[in-house]
């Protein structure tokens, strides 16, 4: 049972232009959301955070999202950068100190 | 200066074999954690340690063991290995249990033969 989806294996996108990456999750006990970028041949690596308080958190090019009452949760990058291109995974959590469960990924390609 | 190493990077081995995962931390982390990436790329807990205790273990096969011989360290041994283990495995650490701000190792690839 997948509790959180990724259903875009892949994305392409110009450089410059907005990244959108897009998270379902089915568990409405979820109130804690991550998002990883993972390099080939290498471990994740922590990008942003949410919690359900927020519908928004910024870190500077990046941007999470949150719709809890779609179950939904998306990461924009802006400007994209041929740097960013990896792998991004949502994760989500019933509160802090709690297990993740990951989704699958995004492959993220940030074309010049 | 690697934070979190886990060696070996790779690991091939026939079925029925007993191998280990060492996985070392230099950040002074209280919690140390081990992941599995299945094949269809979900990243799974199977562990994890706060200052020698086990707190969780996500239903994962006994022949699957954390040791760990001090608080930078959680190594993972398995124990007549099956096709069905290969994936790769991600040790992790963090400052305090399931902070979101977990630091990966670059992973063990294991394959069963």
């Known amino acids: 049972d997948q509790q959180v989806k990724q259903n875009s294996p892949s994305l392409s996108v110009q450089e410059g232009r907005i990244s959108i990456l897009n998270c379902d999750y089915t568990n409405s006990m979820f109130d804690y959301f991550l998002w990883y970028k993972k390099y080939p041949a290498e471990g994740p690596t922590f990008l942003i955070s949410i919690s359900s308080i927020k519908d928004k958190n910024e870190d500077g090019r990046f941007t999470v999202f949150l719709n809890k009452s779609a179950k939904h949760l998306s990461l924009h990058i802006v400007p994209s950068q041929p740097g960013d291109s990896a792998v991004y995974f949502c994760?989500?959590?019933?509160?802090?100190?709690?297990?993740?469960?990951f989704g699958p990924g995004t492959r993220l390609s940030v074309l010049p | 200066d690697t934070a979190v190493s886990q060696t070996p990077k790779y690991l091939v081995t026939q079925m029925g074999n007993d191998k280990s995962i060492k996985c070392e931390q230099n950040l002074g982390h209280d919690t140390m954690y081990w992941y599995k990436q299945d094949s269809k790329k979900f990243l799974k807990i199977m562990f994890s340690y706060n200052n020698k205790e086990l707190i969780i273990n996500e239903t994962v096969p006994n022949r699957f063991s954390p040791k760990s011989p001090d608080k930078a360290h959680l190594n993972l041994h398995i124990n007549s290995l099956e096709l069905g283990d290969s994936a790769v495995y991600f040790c992790a650490s963090s400052q305090l249990d399931f902070s979101y701000e977990q630091y990966f190792g670059p992973g063990t690839r294991l394959t069963v033969t």
């Open positions: 994760a989500a959590s019933q509160g802090y100190g709690q297990n993740f469960v």
